[in-house]
């Protein structure tokens, strides 16, 4: 079973940047389309941004241009970097697989977007 270990959340101002990073366990993270999700508190987890195995990348539309998404498959490790953040991007944010049936959720990091 991959173990998904995010990391890279904290507090930041409004129009701020953050950078995420996932840390996948086992090789097969390389041969696996990724993606980023996110949860607000009493909402369902949404999909962010996903990336390809050999590095296309796709996102969701609330994302506007702000966040890339790229893959060290040598790491194992998926990136996030988020810029010109707004208080309603404030939430966990998982990575994981985009096929189904997913890896088991790590525990997400949280991002708070706030003055």
């Known amino acids: 079973q991959v173990q998904l270990v995010e990391s890279g959340g904290g507090l930041v101002q409004p129009g701020g940047s953050l950078r995420l990073s996932c840390a996948a366990s086992?090789?097969?993270?390389?041969?696996?389309?990724m993606g980023w999700y996110r949860q607000a508190p009493g909402k369902s987890r949404d999909w962010v941004a996903g990336?390809?195995?050999?590095?296309?990348?796709n996102y969701a539309d609330f994302v506007e241009e702000r966040f890339t998404i790229s893959r060290d498959n040598a790491k194992n490790t998926m990136y996030l970097q988020m810029n010109s953040l707004k208080p309603e991007d404030t939430a966990v944010y998982y990575c994981n697989r985009l096929i189904n049936p997913k890896w088991s959720w790590g525990q997400g990091t949280q991002v708070t977007v706030s003055p």
């Open positions: 086992g090789s097969i993270f390389s041969i696996n389309a």
């Open positions: 990336i390809s195995t050999g590095g296309s990348t």
